[in-house]
């Protein structure tokens, strides 16, 4: 027959090894998240200091454009509305090319 106290001592050590590897994946399981939280923490504040570089640098290029705006505003009209007509121009031409047999209605 088989020894009751000998499965009984082979069940509490399995328990015992089962206890063990709980407790070495949970100290991992912080370990490693302690890791994400660090590394997640740094690449938010690399992004947060280039987009502050960012927007900077865009608010310094509109005050340049500003001051030009502001020193030629004749030049500035007149290209903004050769910009227009060109865009209106190209616009005309796109839209006589389309073949008018092919209409959505």
């Not at 020894?3 to 994946?25: F, K, P, V, Y």
């Not at 997640?40 to 987009?51: D, G, I, M, V, Y």
């Not at 001051?67 to 060109?86: D, K, N, Q, W, Y």
């Given at each position: ?34 890791q994400v939280k ?54 005309y031409l796109l ?11």
């Amino acid at each position: 027959m088989v020894d009751t106290n000998r499965i009984q001592a082979d069940m509490q050590e399995l328990q015992r090894q089962i206890a063990e590897l709980r407790n070495g994946l949970s100290s991992q399981g912080h370990s490693f998240a302690g890791q994400v939280k660090e590394t997640t923490s740094s690449a938010l504040h690399s992004a947060a200091r280039r987009a502050e570089d960012v927007a900077r640098q865009a608010r310094d290029e509109a005050s340049s454009v500003a001051g030009l705006v502001r020193e030629h505003p004749t030049a500035t009209s007149s290209a903004l509305l050769g910009i227009a007509l060109i865009g209106g121009l190209v616009g005309y031409l796109l839209a006589s090319q389309q073949d008018t047999r092919r209409r959505w209605y």
